[in-house]
């Protein structure tokens, strides 16, 4: 089994089928779901931030309610519904590139990047995210970075421009209205109250 944090395009194995899984938002999680599926007697081809591969021994089609039981009772969901599905997919794609972005030089424009992984207008992908989630997919993405920010700014090896930098803002004091915006508090207020209080929330509490 491969453990995945990346967003590549890639199709499940012939014969396999894709599960899109809500709450998955950290190498761990991915980790858990692998041994829950395995656990089911599945074969786990590839496990990724909200999806997995899987396939039975004999081909036949996986006992669904046994897979909702089980991730119901790790905290994460089995999603079904297209639309469901595919908001969660928004959500997924965007914790990756902020929180476990690639080496390379990554594409900073959130609404093409979206359109180019999920083929759909991004006015279509908008609304139905602001419907779903009461929130627009802007504040969501602003929320992230804001807490990529934090754990940037938390290990203190950075300086305020890099951090800025490697989160996509044109400047530093344009991270520093918005992280003030979302926390009350500038960046250099945040570093001064230290590891207690200025403990980073849970990814999942995000999504």
Same mark, same amino acid.
């Given at each position: 089994?491969?453990?995945?944090?990346?967003?590549?395009?890639?199709? $499940?194995?012939?014969?396999?089928?894709?599960?899109?899984? #809500?709450?998955?938002?950290?190498?761990?999680?991915?980790?858990?779901?692998?041994?829950?599926?395995? @656990?089911?007697? *599945?074969?786990?081809?590839?496990?990724?931030?909200?999806?997995?591969?899987? =396939?039975?021994?004999?081909?036949? @089609? /996986?006992?669904?309610?046994?897979?909702?039981?089980?991730?119901?009772?790790?905290?994460?969901?089995?999603?079904?519904? /297209?639309?469901?599905?595919?908001?969660?997919?928004?959500?997924?794609?965007?914790?990756?590139?902020?929180?476990?972005?690639?080496? =390379? $030089?990554?594409? *900073?424009?959130?609404?093409?990047?979206?359109?180019?992984?999920?083929? #759909?207008?991004?006015?279509?992908?908008?609304?139905?995210?602001?419907?779903?989630?009461?929130?627009?997919?802007?504040?969501?993405?602003?929320?992230?970075?804001?807490?990529?920010?934090?754990?940037?700014?938390?290990?203190?090896?950075?300086?305020?421009?890099?951090? @800025?930098?490697?989160?996509?803002?044109?400047?530093? @004091?344009?991270?520093?209205?918005?992280?003030?915006?979302?926390?009350?508090?500038? $960046?250099?207020?945040?570093?001064?109250?230290?590891?207690?209080?200025?403990?980073?929330?849970?990814?999942?509490?995000?999504?």
């Amino acid at each position: 089994m491969k453990v995945d944090v990346s967003i590549a395009h890639v199709l $499940p194995p012939p014969g396999a089928y894709r599960l899109l899984i #809500k709450n998955m938002v950290c190498p761990q999680c991915i980790r858990v779901v692998d041994e829950d599926l395995a @656990a089911l007697g *599945l074969q786990v081809h590839r496990v990724a931030l909200g999806e997995a591969d899987v =396939s039975t021994p004999d081909g036949a @089609a /996986p006992d669904w309610a046994a897979i909702r039981s089980r991730l119901h009772e790790a905290g994460f969901e089995l999603l079904e519904d /297209p639309q469901d599905q595919l908001v969660d997919r928004i959500k997924t794609l965007l914790v990756a590139l902020i929180h476990y972005p690639p080496p =390379s $030089p990554r594409l *900073l424009n959130y609404s093409d990047y979206l359109v180019e992984h999920l083929g #759909k207008d991004y006015h279509y992908l908008s609304h139905l995210f602001s419907a779903s989630e009461g929130l627009t997919i802007e504040k969501f993405t602003i929320r992230q970075k804001v807490e990529r920010a934090k754990e940037l700014i938390s290990y203190a090896e950075m300086s305020m421009a890099e951090v @800025a930098q490697q989160l996509g803002y044109s400047s530093p @004091a344009h991270l520093s209205r918005q992280f003030r915006q979302v926390t009350g508090l500038t $960046p250099t207020d945040f570093q001064q109250l230290g590891p207690g209080p200025a403990a980073r929330r849970g990814l999942d509490s995000l999504i």
